[in-house]
């Protein structure tokens, strides 16, 4: 057993010894605030000193598993490549055994294949740092793809300056004198770098982009459909925007306060002047980031399907076409099926579809013969989606914030109940809480063409109807009122 093995086994005992007593006496529970964050940058220094090993070993390995095939070492250990042996052995899995060879043949020292003679690493100040513990795994790519994207299109002592520059900023020794960089900041760094260098690599870099930009859609799954590719920069940040624009919170408004119940028209509750505030906490979203952004995106594109700017299909503007048993409708139970889709879906999307579209009805025989065909049914139009948008000014749900023109217009009484599509029977609500309307607890109601609004228990234990709106005309109006 070799020293180095040794000591390394001596390290994982003594580690796991650290662990288990720390963990098994509550010492974490009795820690105070900066203690956690001690704690956090202790094992944070350990971790990097682990990364610094791996790498290297790693590194050793790629070189020992070069050259004829019955020499290399993945061959004597059974192992088809390196990053087979380093997920076997080191436990880890693909994507990081592939960024240890990566960072590993940025800092580790090379061999001339020429003249077998070891070269400097191509980033020896990295390797500097990485040998001291103040750079781990991610620190040392976050450096080194900017930096090796360059190739040989810039001189290397441009290169071995900004090497010693980002080294520096990681040991915290950088000219402003602030502390380590982390790997966001070195990357920053990194790419500013890049850039200020490389004024040739531009093009190169369209070339890859475009060469590598791609969108797939995966098979259809009983919990979805998987997305995978990869954007172009200003695609990413064109969608970045939009799900900023829909994400950000706007125009909130809470539950609270306010008079007591009264009869109001029809024998509804009165309005509750406190549900106008649009200072106050918004309603609890539970979304996370990533559902948002889903949410975000199905609102895009039911935008733009809608928008008549997109070439037609079939003679119409591309259409969702969602198929259902009116029995199986009508019973609430059951499956409904859309086209282009192996996957069957609710209910819930039918109704959905048919509240925000259209609906035709076709009859067929029991044989399957198509005997009647209706014609297509309520979709509110420009006019009135105007009129809603004056009314409701965005997406009626307190908190939600998204604009008018990008909401649906939800039938409060459903069409195929009676509900008229006209004004008196449509609010605006945007995808998300459209299309999840059954489940999130909150109840829609009409009194005199004028919606109202009741908050799920959580949010207001009252149990109060309140008109809302975020119309600035409808809001000045009811602070003068008061």
Known sequence: MTTFLSRLETLREHAAAVVAEGIRDGELGSASHAEIAELLAAAGGVGRWVDAALIEIVGEAQARSEGPRDDRLTTHLGCHDVSELVQRAALVGPQTATRLRRAASAVRPRESRLTGETLDPLLPALRSAVLGGMVGLDGVLAVAEPLQAMGSRVGREAVLTADALLAAEARGEGPEGAPPACPDLLRVQAQVWSVALDQDGAELRERATMHRRSLRLGSPTAFGVPVRGMLMPEVAAQLERIFDSLLSPRGRVAFGGGAPDGAGCNGAAAEDEGAWSDDSVPP???????????????????????????????????????????????????????????????????????????????????????????????????????????????????????????????????????GRTHTDNGVLLCWFHHRFLDRHGWLIRMVDGVPQVRAPGWNDASGRWRRVTRSATRLKDAVLRR
């Open 284 to 418: 609890l979203d539970e979304r996370t980031r990533p559902q948002r952004q889903h949410d975000a995106l199905a609102t895009v594109l039911t935008v733009a399907a809608s928008s008549g700017a997109l070439p037609m299909v079939g003679g119409a503007a591309p259409t969702l076409v969602v198929t259902v048993r009116a029995e199986d409708l009508a019973r609430d139970r059951g499956y409904a099926h859309v086209d282009g889709c192996e996957e069957p879906v609710s209910l819930a999307a039918a109704r959905h579809a048919g509240c925000s579209g259209v609906i035709q009805r076709v009859t067929l025989s029991r044989e399957g013969r198509v005997v009647a065909i209706g014609t297509e049914e309520r979709v509110f139009n420009r006019h009135q989606r105007r009129a809603l948008a004056a009314r409701d000014g965005g997406c009626l749900i307190p908190g939600c914030g998204v604009p008018a023109a990008w909401c649906e217009i939800h039938h409060v009484e459903e069409h195929a109940r009676g």
